[in-house]
């Protein structure tokens, strides 16, 4: 008798596929039924279809958060180096501003403690869009990082930490009292429960309130005494973060950080994503020099105020006074 013809099944497993080609078509979608096992070596089941899907959108997405970040981080660069540029002959023109508001207030009868007080207004109000203009670019930056944050969080294969929270050197934050304790996550939190960001109000130098964007944020470290905080909380550059737990100490302004106590305290300094196989680690915003900046605003307005009440007189001659 001649040779019996191979069985579907032994031809099936000796043709069995690698996942490498491209999708199943219907003759092998029926002899996989069949035989249990792909039939042909160029054909990919829908589970090996959805994998390379997953790590092509992780890749991609991961890539793209790159990207976003560091156009991110080159627009608020141009934008601190222009502000820093700009303050250092704001005083001269805050000055001139100031002075104008005081002559016209003394020209038109005032005292010279109205005059003062006018002068502040303007020297105030004119800082007061610097830090306003400030506090609109920060807002847009964190809602930028938390939106790149969000979409990590939400695409297979992508870590929940990828945009995270650290200083130059390092992707968590640093202790600068103790050395001791172990600082295990430090990042920008996603929730599909909670919101992401929230909104607090910040007082500009003549006193209008604005708003100042609030991530979310998620830290877990060891404490001094042994034990472990695991919290959640909304915070910008200003001092301790709200809703922390612990003795209440504060963080000090500049950073995002947590605290259990004082000896306890976290910091971080910038918005980072992490490095890729084929990517450098990307610096999103540099917290501190948005504070930084907004401090310099607010010294700027005290010092030109100062200026102007140990330079100007009345025409009268009589000098003007602190306003009250």
């Known amino acids: 008798m001649g040779a019996s013809p191979p069985s579907p099944?032994?031809?099936?497993?000796?043709?069995?596929?690698?996942?490498?080609?491209g999708p199943c078509g219907a003759e092998e979608w029926f002899l996989t039924l069949i035989t249990g096992t792909i039939f042909t070596t160029?054909?990919?089941?829908?589970?090996?279809?959805?994998?390379?899907w997953n790590e092509t959108d992780a890749t991609e997405t991961r890539t793209q958060i790159h990207s976003q970040a560091g156009q991110l981080a080159a627009g608020n660069e141009q934008y601190l180096t222009a502000m820093s540029n700009s303050l250092v002959e704001s005083d001269t023109i805050a000055f001139s501003k100031?002075?104008?508001?005081?002559?016209?207030?003394?020209?038109?009868?005032?005292?010279?403690?109205?005059?003062?007080?006018?002068?502040?207004?303007?020297?105030?109000?004119?800082?007061?869009?610097?830090?306003?203009?400030?506090?609109?670019?920060?807002?847009?930056?964190?809602?930028?990082?938390?939106?790149?944050?969000?979409?990590?969080?939400?695409?297979?294969?992508?870590?929940?930490?990828?945009?995270?929270?650290?200083?130059?050197n390092n992707f968590?934050?640093?202790?600068?009292?103790?050395?001791?304790?172990?600082?295990?996550?430090?990042?920008?939190?996603?929730?599909?429960q909670y919101e992401n960001i929230?909104?607090?109000?910040?007082?500009?130098?003549?006193?209008?309130?604005?708003?100042?964007?609030?991530?979310?944020?998620?830290?877990?470290?060891?404490?001094?005494?042994g034990g472990t905080i695991d919290e959640y909380v909304y915070q910008d550059w200003r001092d301790a973060p709200e809703g922390h737990s612990g003795a209440g100490a504060q963080i000090t302004p500049g950073y995002f950080?947590?605290?259990?106590?004082?000896?306890?305290?976290?910091?971080?300094?910038?918005v980072r994503v992490?490095?890729?196989?084929?990517?450098?680690?990307?610096?999103?915003?540099?917290?501190?020099?948005?504070?930084?900046?907004y401090e310099e605003i607010e010294t700027k307005s005290q010092s030109t105020k100062q200026r102007l009440q140990s330079t100007s007189t009345s025409?009268?001659?009589?000098?003007?006074?602190?306003?009250?």
């Not at 099944?9 to 080609?21: C, L």
């Not at 160029?42 to 390379?52: G, L, P, R, V």
């Not at 025409?315 to 306003?323: D, N, T």
């Open 9 to 21: 099944v032994g031809t099936a497993s000796a043709q069995a596929g690698d996942g490498s080609g």
């Open 42 to 52: 160029n054909c990919q089941t829908a589970e090996d279809i959805s994998d390379t």
């Open 98 to 168: 100031g002075e104008a508001a005081a002559v016209e207030v003394l020209a038109n009868g005032g005292t010279v403690s109205e005059a003062q007080s006018a002068a502040n207004e303007s020297i105030e109000d004119y800082y007061a869009v610097k830090q306003r203009n400030l506090l609109d670019r920060w807002n847009v930056g964190m809602e930028t990082v938390v939106t790149l944050n969000s979409r990590a969080a939400n695409t297979t294969g992508v870590d929940s930490d990828f945009v995270t929270l650290g200083t130059e």
């Open 172 to 192: 968590t934050g640093y202790r600068p009292n103790i050395t001791e304790g172990s600082i295990e996550l430090t990042t920008i939190a996603y929730s599909s």
């Open 198 to 225: 929230q909104y607090d109000t910040i007082t500009t130098v003549n006193g209008s309130g604005e708003s100042i964007a609030q991530p979310r944020t998620h830290f877990i470290y060891g404490n001094s005494y």
């Open 257 to 270: 950080g947590a605290s259990f106590d004082s000896n306890d305290e976290i910091r971080t300094t910038l």
């Open 274 to 293: 992490r490095p890729t196989e084929n990517l450098s680690s990307t610096n999103a915003v540099a917290i501190r020099e948005f504070y930084n900046s």
């Open 315 to 324: 025409p009268s001659g009589q000098r003007l006074s602190r306003a009250s």
